[in-house]
């Protein structure tokens, strides 16, 4: 018999209670329904609304479930509708009379959005955990690399030199950003609204802020009506999900592109990788191509969510209970992503002989050259254009820049000079880049130093 059935003549068909049924994804929120049982129970007894006996009982009740939920001695029929119905079940099962008592002043309407709002903070606070990690491990990296000359590029074309370690930093300040926006999320589902119960509060006395307090939440919800219908936290953490999904793709396209022969700037560690049924030759960056495909289905949960709730009216409705799968995959799959890249990126290894090499090739420092002859009195515009004859003339030759005789610099212009050649040196063309913010290794060891300090507001606490 259902906990509601008391105005129904009939039992739900077979049909409804599969299809209404939230238990089979829900049943992951024990832990969070039973806490916040815990606390409800405690704040119950603490106002005089049931009796010590009966907290007490309700207590060692629940702490008894969670213990058996734990070791896997609990099942989850579709009969119990969803997690909260079940805990309740088995709770009046073990203790009687005192567990009717405990959804005193309480609805399932703010008991889920409780337990989300707790589950909600919780992985908000685990991808904070695993970006740390990640970021930690870009800085590392671009120490480690500072000094290294590889091509950057613009459409994909060689464009000017850059280091490894000015490249690293670069998705560094992207998961920084991430970090930011999963605390911006983590504040959102700061608040406690346990007590807004169905939709319009209740008439008994409940102290939410001793709940909140309890609950480990910074602040009580405002507005019942709210409280029960809100779900920007959880949009707010898939919002994120779906960014960090991004730059984690951005990242793994350019592996992909890098670890091919045609690059060949990283090679990916055996443990990370993939060979072919057919040909033998193949190793294949599946890790890398895995997290490009599943930032779509990321962008598919957010999508679901907003969708579900653009037209829901005030206050609660069972079109929210799409909530759950969506947030449920959104963050597992961002955190497995996480964890599998960072291992994945502290494996591979990066060529840096053979970026060096091709920064000498495709003509990188034509900014440079053109840069050389505005410091000699050239102006820009005049540059520009001498600069792009001697590229057609090279690429006509089949040269660099750098292969190019004096005299053939000076066919196009009389301002070059001998020092031309050390003005075209990649290392030369990354030192001379030294503003806040730019590629010189003394300016990316100062973005390395001032990273290390935003990323300690999130590290683990001492």
Same mark, same amino acid.
């Given at each position: 018999? =259902?906990?509601?059935?008391?105005?129904?003549?009939?039992? !739900?068909?077979?049909?409804?209670?599969?299809?209404?049924?939230?238990?089979?994804?829900?049943?992951?929120?024990?832990?969070?329904?039973?806490?916040?049982?815990?606390?409800?129970?405690?704040?119950? =007894?603490? $106002?005089?609304?049931?009796?010590?006996?009966?907290? %007490?009982?309700?207590?060692?009740?629940?702490?008894?479930?969670?213990?058996?939920? *734990?070791?896997?001695?609990? #099942?989850?029929?579709?009969?119990?509708?969803?997690?909260?119905?079940?805990?309740?079940?088995?709770?009046?099962?073990?203790?009687?009379?005192?567990?009717?008592?405990?959804?005193?002043?309480?609805?399932?309407?703010?008991?889920?959005?409780?337990?989300?709002?707790?589950?909600?903070?919780?992985?908000?606070?685990?991808?904070?955990?695993?970006?740390?990690? /990640?970021?930690?491990?870009?800085?590392?990296?671009?120490?480690?690399?500072?000094?290294?000359?590889?091509?950057?590029?613009?459409?994909?074309?060689?464009?000017?030199?850059?280091?490894?370690?000015?490249?690293?930093?670069?998705?560094?300040?992207?998961?920084?950003?991430?970090? %930011?926006?999963?605390? $911006?999320?983590?504040?959102?589902?700061?608040?406690?609204?346990?007590?807004?119960?169905?939709?319009?509060?209740?008439?008994?006395?409940?102290?939410?802020?001793?709940?909140?307090?309890?609950?480990?939440?910074?602040?009580? +919800?405002?507005? +019942?009506?709210?409280?029960?219908?809100?779900?920007?936290? /959880?949009?707010?953490?898939?919002?994120? +999900?779906?960014?960090?999904?991004?730059?984690?793709?951005?990242?793994? *396209?350019?592996?992909?592109?890098?670890?091919?022969?045609?690059?060949?700037?990283?090679?990916?560690? #055996?443990?990370?990788?993939?060979?072919?049924?057919? &040909?033998?030759?193949?190793?294949?960056?599946?890790?890398?191509?895995?997290?490009?495909?599943? !930032?779509?289905?990321?962008?598919?949960?957010?999508?679901?969510?907003?969708?579900?709730?653009?037209?829901?009216?005030?206050?609660?409705?069972?079109?929210?209970?799409? #909530?759950? *799968?969506?947030?449920?995959?959104?963050?597992?799959?961002?955190?497995?992503?996480? *964890?599998?890249?960072?291992?994945?990126?502290?494996? @591979?290894?990066?060529?840096? #002989?053979?970026?060096?090499?091709?920064?000498?090739?495709?003509?990188?420092?034509?900014?440079?050259?053109?840069?050389?002859?505005?410091?000699?009195?050239?102006?820009?515009?005049?540059?520009?254009?001498?600069?792009?004859?001697?590229?057609?003339?090279? &690429?006509?030759?089949?040269?660099?820049?750098?292969?190019?005789? @004096?005299?053939?610099?000076?066919?196009?212009?009389?301002?070059?000079?001998?020092?031309?050649?050390?003005?075209?040196?990649?290392?030369?063309?990354?030192?001379?880049?030294?503003?806040?913010?730019?590629?010189?290794?003394?300016?990316?060891?100062?973005?390395?130093?001032?990273?290390?300090?935003?990323?300690?507001?999130?590290?683990?606490?001492?």
């Amino acid at each position: 018999m =259902k906990l509601w059935s008391g105005r129904f003549s009939k039992n !739900t068909s077979h049909l409804m209670d599969d299809f209404h049924s939230s238990i089979g994804f829900d049943q992951r929120l024990y832990r969070e329904d039973i806490e916040g049982s815990l606390a409800h129970a405690a704040m119950l =007894k603490k $106002q005089g609304i049931i009796s010590e006996d009966d907290e %007490k009982a309700i207590r060692e009740g629940l702490l008894g479930i969670l213990r058996d939920m *734990e070791e896997g001695r609990i #099942d989850f029929p579709p009969e119990s509708e969803d997690i909260h119905m079940r805990v309740e079940e088995l709770l009046t099962e073990r203790v009687g009379e005192p567990g009717k008592r405990l959804h005193t002043g309480r609805s399932r309407n703010d008991q889920v959005a409780l337990d989300m709002h707790l589950y909600a903070k919780r992985t908000a606070e685990e991808a904070i955990r695993r970006l740390y990690g /990640l970021a930690s491990l870009l800085l590392d990296l671009a120490e480690k690399h500072l000094n290294d000359i590889m091509p950057g590029y613009t459409h994909l074309q060689q464009a000017q030199p850059i280091t490894l370690g000015h490249y690293l930093t670069a998705y560094f300040q992207m998961f920084l950003r991430d970090m %930011k926006r999963f605390a $911006q999320a983590e504040d959102a589902a700061d608040e406690m609204v346990l007590g807004s119960g169905a939709l319009a509060a209740t008439t008994y006395p409940l102290d939410r802020p001793f709940v909140a307090e309890q609950l480990g939440f910074s602040r009580i +919800s405002m507005n +019942s009506l709210d409280g029960v219908s809100n779900r920007d936290f /959880l949009l707010d953490a898939m919002s994120a +999900s779906a960014i960090c999904m991004m730059h984690l793709s951005r990242f793994c *396209e350019e592996l992909i592109l890098y670890s091919s022969q045609e690059f060949a700037f990283v090679s990916m560690d #055996d443990t990370y990788s993939t060979g072919s049924s057919m &040909m033998p030759q193949k190793k294949n960056p599946d890790v890398a191509e895995l997290i490009r495909g599943k !930032t779509g289905r990321v962008y598919g949960d957010l999508t679901a969510l907003l969708t579900v709730m653009k037209g829901i009216p005030l206050a609660y409705n069972k079109d929210m209970q799409e #909530d759950k *799968e969506a947030y449920f995959d959104s963050m597992d799959t961002l955190l497995h992503c996480l *964890e599998i890249f960072t291992a994945m990126l502290g494996s @591979l290894t990066f060529r840096t #002989d053979v970026m060096r090499r091709k920064a000498n090739l495709g003509f990188s420092n034509a900014t440079d050259c053109a840069d050389y002859l505005v410091r000699h009195g050239v102006p820009f515009r005049d540059a520009h254009r001498i600069v792009g004859q001697l590229v057609s003339h090279c &690429m006509a030759e089949g040269k660099a820049l750098n292969d190019l005789s @004096l005299e053939a610099f000076r066919q196009y212009s009389a301002s070059f000079e001998n020092d031309i050649y050390d003005a075209l040196a990649p290392e030369v063309c990354v030192r001379l880049r030294n503003i806040p913010g730019g590629p010189a290794p003394e300016q990316v060891m100062a973005t390395i130093r001032v990273g290390r300090e935003a990323l300690a507001k999130y590290g683990p606490k001492m």
